[in-house]
């Protein structure tokens, strides 16, 4: 009995045949929703460890780096160019806000993410005014702050429920609140130096006063716009001019 010998194998190419013919749809298609990548920054190994965990298991998102120092920060975030930064505030030498500050304008597509313990006015102004995009307690449960990441990325900005009620309180009007315009025309302009994010120092030089000079003028802004901190005057400046 004889046997068929096997047909000799033909490359697709010289079938008249491409791969793309064999390829569904969902192999021809880009990805449209990438990975959300994210870095993280925390002083805790714990909670540290925690965090990174949560990002690599968590679907949809990409682990980049995480650091356990401002000054570390500030080297290797440039080059690894995350989509979101989850940083702590309490750091041991340059605080989570100044990485905001100094390198918000530097990775202007990535978004910053404050993940902390302070609940006070103070920290939460100054870490919004340096550029954060959202506040968030550590406390915070997994599936929360995944969505808060999710948020940030998508152009929100979320914050822990009483965080949130501390800054709607801050611009609910008040009987004695005081405008803008009750301010002198120094303590304007030193204000407006403020909000443009000089220097005490700057401030002085630029207007040719004294350092003390400064600090007073900033006292009786403070005092007239009833806020307690840089932050909460550069915010309460914008919501009311």
């Known amino acids: 009995m004889n046997e068929k010998s096997a047909a000799p194998y033909r490359p697709l190419s ?3 045949l491409s791969r793309d013919k064999f390829l569904t749809d969902s192999d021809m298609k880009p990805d449209s929703h990438p990975d959300i990548a994210v870095s993280i920054v925390e002083d805790d190994m714990r909670a ?60 202007p597509q990535t978004q910053f993410l404050m993940l902390t313990v302070y609940e006070d006015a103070d920290h939460i102004f100054e ?10 307690l550590k406390e915070t449960p997994l ?12 152009g929100g900005s979320p914050m822990s429920g009483s965080i949130a009620r501390k800054v709607v309180q801050t611009f609910q009007p008040t009987v004695n609140q005081q405008k803008p315009d009750s301010l002198s025309p120094r ?18 030089d ?11 003028h900033i006292r009786h802004v403070y005092e ?12 309460k400046y914008r919501h009311l001019s």
């Open 14 to 16: 010289e079938a008249g």
């Open 48 to 107: 540290r460890h925690i965090f990174s965990k949560w990002i690599r298991e968590a679907e949809g998102f990409r682990y980049v780096s995480d650091y356990r120092t401002a000054e570390d920060a500030l080297i290797h975030l440039p080059l690894d160019k995350p989509d979101v930064v989850l940083t702590d505030i309490n750091l041991p030498v340059l605080s989570g806000i100044e990485i905001v500050r100094r390198l918000k304008s530097v990775l």
């Open 127 to 136: 870490a919004l005014a340096a550029g954060a995009i959202g506040y968030m």
């Open 143 to 154: 599936e929360e702050l995944l969505g808060a990441l999710r948020s940030v990325h998508a």
């Open 187 to 204: 303590e304007r302009q030193v204000l407006e130096f403020l909000v443009r994010g000089y220097l005490y120092k700057e401030i002085a």
């Open 206 to 216: 630029t207007l040719s006063i004294s350092v003390p000079t400064v600090n007073a």
């Open 224 to 235: 007239k716009l009833h806020v307690r901190s840089r932050g909460q005057a550069v915010a």
